[in-house]
């Protein structure tokens, strides 16, 4: 075992402390009484550190915020640090244990992109008929795992959209999918499911696919509903019945980063046959682990629970 390096771990705690609150400069006292040493040990290291251009001290309040110099050093860590390869070996696991292939999507506005396919060792499985480039729009029922942490306008925008897509008032997708989502943020992870179909999904997804290119923004969700048969309403999944049989076409996570926002969505899909309760909230579970251990290797965190807009507060 590294012995110990009781400076370097102060630099760290330093840092992390001054990049907790960005816009709020610390004072020699606030920082030593911190790192728990006199402001005589703590005032060499921050001298060093100004000189650097780590840390810039303000000349009137005499206190300390991260300094210039830590940009470029932030900017080549993004560079370096490919979520997608971080997340590959997570994936795996999910599609050889689940035995589907894994999907991540890539949130990019009002869509999601389809970033990289994973499949089981023992073959390949059922996509959805979704290769990479594909975009997926994040309208009702999809997305919900990314819906459930919108602020409350932003979900209330998610609702809207789903109302025009239905033909339905927004207060119905509301009440439907409120509490929905309330469950998604409980649990970790979303699960969108068919009834047993005579066609296959992807059999659909081909045939909007038109020229061969990408589907369309939106095209998705109209495919759902072309293959259900039925609004689409029913096909995000509240609570999870154990002995009951589900037809999963995802079971899905989200990654956060530092900022709590999404990162990624890793997704098993397109169960090639129907699973019970059980075995759904045991993948559901196992996804939502594989989103955690990533969320906590890119240092990211779940963002605070949030209220569902009432209809009377908007």
Not at 74 to 84: C, Q
Request: hydrophobic share 45%.
């Amino acid at each position: 075992m590294a012995r110990p390096s009781p400076q370097t771990e102060r630099i760290v705690s330093l840092v992390e402390l001054l990049r907790s609150q960005p816009r709020t400069g610390r004072s020699l006292a606030d920082i030593a009484r911190h790192l728990g040493v006199a402001k005589a040990t703590c005032y060499p290291m921050v001298v060093a550190l100004t000189e650097a251009g780590w840390l810039v001290r303000h000349p009137t309040r005499k206190t300390y915020q991260l300094g210039p110099a830590l940009v470029p050093i932030g900017a080549a860590a993004a560079a370096a640090l490919d979520v997608l390869d971080l997340a590959r070996p997570g994936m795996q696991e999910l599609a050889d244990t689940a035995d589907m292939a894994c999907v991540a999507f890539v949130p990019s506005g009002a869509d999601l992109v389809v970033s990289e396919i994973v499949q089981p060792a023992g073959g390949r499985r059922g996509t959805l008929g979704l290769r990479l480039g594909d975009r997926v729009q994040i309208i009702p029922p999809l997305g919900s795992v990314v819906a459930a942490w919108f602020s409350e306008d932003a979900r209330w925008q998610w609702y809207r959209a789903g109302a025009e897509e239905f033909g339905v008032d927004p207060d119905a997708v509301e009440a439907a999918y409120g509490p929905v989502l309330e469950l998604v943020r409980k649990r970790g992870f979303a699960v969108e499911c068919l009834d047993q179909q005579e066609r296959r999904l992807a059999d659909a997804v081909a045939e909007v696919r038109g020229d061969g290119g990408p589907l369309g923004r939106g095209r998705q969700t109209v495919t759902l509903r072309t293959v259900a048969g039925r609004p689409t309403v029913d096909v995000l999944i509240g609570e999870i019945e154990p002995k009951r049989r589900y037809q999963p076409i995802s079971i899905n996570a989200a990654v956060f980063t530092a900022e709590a926002v999404p990162a990624l969505v890793l997704c098993l899909v397109d169960a090639p046959e129907p699973l019970t309760g059980r075995r759904v909230d045991d993948l559901g579970r196992r996804v939502a682990s594989v989103a955690g251990r990533l969320t906590e290797t890119l240092h990211g965190r779940v963002p605070d629970d949030r209220r569902v807009l009432r209809p009377e507060s908007r």
